[in-house]
């Protein structure tokens, strides 16, 4: 029997422990993949028959009665009848904040946020988002009277002479900083209301503001003729009010997002729209996606 020669003995066994090493690494990626795949957003909550919702409360999306703690609200309705439809149940796992509701969906606490909420990019570099459920308009605000800006002068708030009332890290923040950056920040932390930030306006502590209407509007029947809206033509954004669940779940977004059109294509989601608009005219249906043909003649 010729014996192996000691390198090619050597090398052998090196290539024989490489190939087991790599035979374990992929056994080990296959079942850390299928282990990931059973804990999916979908999986479980298919195999449970129950969405787990967290919940900001924030009118008109989310409202809760003080004496029987029942949750009512454009979301609220929303999420219920799309669980209904999918044949699953909903379950009102936890009342969370601004500043903890991203946290919740990280570590699997709830399934989804079911208090619509705003979009932008600090928030979807965490987190995913449904369709949309309705949009938000953005107007400016000012102290009532004020008339130092247009929309031909709207431009000169760019400089440090002017105060833009914000809440750290919240939209009229994200709004100062992107349109006029040289303004300067009368800053308010995520624990205040939005009523603080305008009465800073209406004070004469900051010269704008940037605010949806319906919430504008309710400040201003507490507090007549305090504030009043730049009439631009148009509002300073929109933004779209849609749920929030865990990154990467794509089957669990496609699953809601299907039977949320179907009931925004019912007209379900318009008449709870109306239902909770305190303000007619302050949100904004979402448009259908398609044009009728014209009758022919």
Not at 120 to 137: G, K
Not at 170 to 183: H, K, S, Y
Not at 230 to 257: A, H, S, T, Y
Request: with cysteine.
């Amino acid at each position: 029997m010729h014996r192996m020669p000691a390198p090619m003995l050597f090398l052998t066994l090196i290539a024989s422990g490489f190939l087991a090493l790599l035979l374990t690494s992929c056994s080990s990626t296959l079942v850390t993949s299928k282990d990931q795949a059973s804990h999916s957003v979908y999986e479980r909550v298919m195999k449970s028959g129950v969405i787990r919702c967290g919940y900001v409360i924030y009118n008109p999306g989310c409202l809760k009665d003080p004496n029987t703690g029942k949750l009512s609200g454009i979301g609220i309705e929303t999420i219920e009848q799309v669980a209904k439809n999918l044949q699953l149940k909903v379950e009102w796992t936890e009342e969370v904040g601004w500043g903890t509701m991203l946290e919740g969906l990280q570590s699997d606490r709830y399934d989804i946020i079911a208090t619509p909420i705003w979009t932008n990019s600090n928030r979807a570099r965490l987190v995913d988002f449904s369709d949309a459920l309705y949009y938000s308009p953005i107007e400016v605000w000012v102290k009532a009277g004020d008339k130092r800006f247009s929309p031909a002068t709207l431009s000169t708030l760019n400089s440090p002479k002017y105060v833009v009332a914000t809440v750290d890290g919240e939209t009229a923040e994200v709004i100062a900083g992107e349109d006029f950056p040289l303004a300067k920040k009368l800053s308010l932390t995520q624990l205040s209301g939005v009523e603080q930030v305008l009465l800073n306006v209406a004070s004469g502590k900051a010269d704008v503001s940037f605010e949806e209407p319906a919430v504008a509007r309710a400040f201003l029947k507490h507090n007549p003729g305090s504030i009043e809206a730049l009439k631009l033509g148009k509002p300073i954004r929109v933004f779209p009010n849609c749920w929030m669940f865990k990154r990467g779940q794509m089957e669990f977004k496609n699953m809601i997002d299907t039977a949320l059109a179907q009931l925004i294509n019912s007209g379900f989601e318009e008449k709870v729209i109306d239902k909770y608009e305190t303000f007619k005219g302050t949100l904004y249906p979402v448009a259908s996606p398609y044009q009728a043909p014209s009758p022919q003649k």
